[in-house]
């Protein structure tokens, strides 16, 4: 009768989602389908509730631990009994002939509840015989009282089966115990008492102050340098690195000086790749240029490659593709142009042509003069069907800082222009406006120069130039390389790729 489960010690197995519950057996309801424990166990770790209560439907599993004899004294709700209860080998249940369910007990041999292991690993433990009685549909649609609320439970629509088995008889296998405990998965994962997860947090910073990063890599250099081998470079030993333009493999040594001078150069400049550019002095950079007008070089050709590679030049310190961009709503960059009646100053209204068809603002300055060279009257000429705009008084130049200004006053003859009230006028102007300055083809003496600039550019070869003319650049002109024999220079392009090369003072 369901009498005799009273104060029976079971094991009920409810699934993977619910787990296992162990406890004494306190009430057995046959008309619900109900089995309640008292003092239970879940998962080997006691409850905080003292009875709960399960449907036929929940159990997956039923395992009598422990039976109570006809003189045992000990009642249903002891539950001092049942914390110290030994829980062992299962025993079998079957149905008698006349339909009551019979238990047999079983000597027990441990001091803690039982864990009971899954599904999969019954092959290893006793052999377990559920009760008998199909769990009405009804039944397995209610939702799980107590313990079996949650949402995503997973039901299990497991039948109670039968045996034919003996009553009486129990077939042991091999119990899997280890060191006298049985040892499930879950429990040794989920098994731990959650009163014994320490609440403090992690000390992260105070476990990494531990770690002394200098000492290790101080003992592997150490072991490497005892063995031999060496994994990484150390400070000292920095391996080589190449620009974008340099070769890694060189089919013969490099010769940095290419470039021989006749005389002695007063001062010489390298370029990025090293290559030595030595100075020359203006009669002989005079001379260069009068030989290369006599072989075909003439001034109108020269005039228009240096017009080409300053506005180059003047088009990337105004900020080339970022700047001078389709895209780009911002205003024009403005260009103040100034120059001087004389092949200088026409090296300058080339300029300003080219950077007006780059979309460059350009307002040129010239002073009037009675008669004009040929070579300035042609480039004016040009320079009117842009849409450049020309001055001739100090007063027509902008009031507020443009981007660039362009110097093209100075001139290596003609001394007698610095006197002059427009040169000092503009002089003044230029100083006031505080905007950077390039300028092309620079004079020698300092004492000439009215105008600090931040760039220059030379043709050619470069002048000894000093310190007031700034940041020097070297620009090709199409002088062929016999010219320079023919004058005594022993010469090999530094230009590479490019028009237009920075120097370096050595």
Known sequence: MATDWLGSIVSINCGESLGVYQGRVSAVDQVSQTISLTRPFH???????????????????????????????????????????????????????????????????????????????????????????????????????????????????????????????????????????????????????????????????GNLALFDKAAVFEEIETYERRSGTRSRGTPSEKPARYRHDENILESEPIVYRRIVVPQNPNKEFCTDSGLVVPSVSYELHKKLLAVAEKHGLTLERRLEMTGVCASQMALSLLGGPNRLNPKNVHQRPTVALLCGPHVKGAQGISCGRHLSNHDVHVILFLPNFVKM?????????????????????????????????????????????????????????????????????????????????????????????????GRVYLCDIGIPQRVFQEVGINYHSPFGCKFVIPLHST
Request: proline content about 8%.
């Open 373 to 469: 060279l040929e070579s300035i009257t042609n480039e004016l000429n040009l320079f009117s069907k842009t849409q450049g705009q020309q001055v001739s008084s100090v007063k027509d130049l902008p009031a507020t800082p443009v981007d660039l200004v362009i110097n093209c006053l100075d001139c290596h003859e003609n001394a007698f222009l610095r006197d002059q009230p427009w040169y000092k006028a503009v002089v003044d102007w230029a100083n006031q406006n505080r905007a950077p300055v390039l300028s092309i083809d620079p004079p020698i003496s300092e004492m000439e120069l009215g105008i600090d600039a931040k760039w220059s550019l030379a043709l050619g070869l470069p002048l000894p130039l000093g310190e007031r003319a």
């Open 43 to 205: 998962n080997g770790v006691k409850c905080l509730v003292p009875e709960v209560t399960f449907r036929a439907g929940d159990i997956t599993e039923l395992k009598i631990l422990e039976i109570p004899g006809p003189a045992d004294s000990r009642q249903c709700g002891d539950t001092q009994q049942l914390d110290t209860a030994i829980p062992g080998v299962g025993c079998q249940v079957g149905p008698s002939q006349n339909g009551t369910n019979k238990v047999l007990k079983k000597p027990l041999s441990s001091s803690a509840p039982q864990n009971i292991p899954r599904r999969t690993d019954m092959k290893s433990q006793d052999i377990v015989i559920s009760p008998q009685q199909q769990c009405s549909k009804s039944y397995m649609d209610r939702h799980m009282e107590t313990l079996s609320q949650s949402k995503g439970f997973r039901r299990r629509h497991n039948s109670w089966s039968s045996s034919s088995r003996h009553p009486n008889q129990v077939t042991p296998k091999k119990s899997g115990l280890k060191n006298g405990q049985m040892k499930s998965k879950d429990d040794e994962c989920f098994g731990d008492d959650i009163d014994e997860i320490p609440d403090t947090d992690f000390d992260f910073e």
